[in-house]
C-alpha cells in the first residue's frame, strides 16, 4: 500500500478501512476487482449536498439560480482538480503503467474522479459531518473569495489577456438591450473585438452577462488557434 | 396555517419549526418574501444523495453508470410528482388564485418542487438519517421494482417487437377520446392490431396512455401463445 501518511495529516484524518481507500485510490486502468468509479459516484452526490449546504447558509439572501450558478462554479472538474493538487493526491493514486505514462496522474478528470471517490470513502466510513468539515475546509482554502462575482470574474480577465496578446486590444462589452420591469431586469451583452462581435449573453445584471459573453469568446477564440 | 395533521401522518413525521414547513409549502405566486425554491435547491440536492447512497448498497455489482441510470429514472420530476401524489402534497401547497385557477395544484413541476422543498426542511432540521428513512419509505412503497430493467422498459417497443414477428406488421395506436379542461387534460387511446383491438389505457399525455396501452397488450399477447 502507498503511504498514506502525508495524506491523512494534509487532510486531517484518519482512514479506518484501508480496503475503503485504497479503492477510492484506485484508477480504472489498474486492473483489479474494484476500482473507484462507484465511490466517485457516491462522492459526487455528498460534495453536491455540501457545497449546496453551504451555500445556502453563506447566502441567506441568494435565490435558487445563483445559488446553483455559484455551486457549478465551485463543483465541476476544473474546481476539483484544484482541490484535489491541493492535497497532492495525485502522487497517491494507484493507475497502469500506460496510464502512468500517460501523464494521468496530472489528468484533470483522473484527478477529479479521485478526489469524489476519496470524499466518498470519507463519508461511507465517517459520515455527513465529518466530510463535510474536510471539504469546505478545502474549498475555504482554495478560493479566496466564494460570490458570484469572484467566482465568475475570470472569464473577463481571461479575455483580456487574451485579447491583448493576440490582437493587441481589449475587448468592448456593449449592452445591447435591457428588458423588463426595475426588480427583474435582464441585459443583453455583446463582446465586440477588433470591431466583430464575438458573443453575446443574457444576465440579470450588465456584470453577470459580461461575463458570461465573455467565456464564451474566450472558448471560440480558443477553438481559433 | 394550514390543517397539516393528515401529512405528518402520512409522513410519520412531526414538523419542528411551522415556519420551515410554511416555506416549504409556498409556491413563488403566493406572494410572500419567502418561497419554497431555495428548500427545493437543498431538498434536490438531499435526495440525490439519499437516492445514490441506497443504490450504492443495493447495487453492488453495477457500475457508476448503471447507477446513473437507475437514479435519473427515480429523481426527475415524473418520479418526485408521484411521490408528492402519494402524500397528497398538493393539498397543502399555498398558492395564488391564479395559479389556483390555473390547475397549479395538480402541476407535476409544482407538485415535484414541493417535494424536494418538503425534504430539504426535513432535513434541515432533523439531519439526513431522518429524511433518509422518510424518503426511501415512500420510493420503496411507490416503484414496485427498482432495477435497470423495470425503469426503463419501453413497452411501446416491447410491442412492436412481438407485433412485428408474430404479424408482420406494427401495432396502431388511436386516440378514442381527450376529455378535461385544458389543463388537466385526459386521454383515452386504443392500441390496434390487425384490425383488432387489444387493450385501452387511460392517460395525462398521449404517450402515457400509449405506453401503457401497449403494457397491456404485451401481457395479452404473451398468454396468447
Known sequence: MKNIEALQKTLGYKFKSEKLIIEALTHKSHKQPYDNERLEFLGDAVL?????????FKFPKSDEGNLSKIRAALVNEDG???LARSINLGEYIYLSNAEENNGGREKASLLSNAFEAVMGAIYLESGLDVVRKIAIELIE??????????????????LQELTQARFGETPEYRVIASRGPDHK???????IIENKEYARAIGKSKKIAQQEAAET???LLNKEI
Open 217 to 219: 469568446a474566450v472558448k
Open 141 to 158: 482554502r482554495n478560493h479566496k473569495e466564494i460570490s458570484l462575482d469572484s467566482l465568475f470574474r475570470d472569464f473577463k480577465t481571461t
Open 48 to 56: 453536491d449536498l455540501i457545497v449546496g449546504e453551504y451555500l445556502f
Open 185 to 191: 431586469k435582464e441585459f443583453e451583452v455583446a463582446v
Open 80 to 82: 476539483f482538480e484544484k
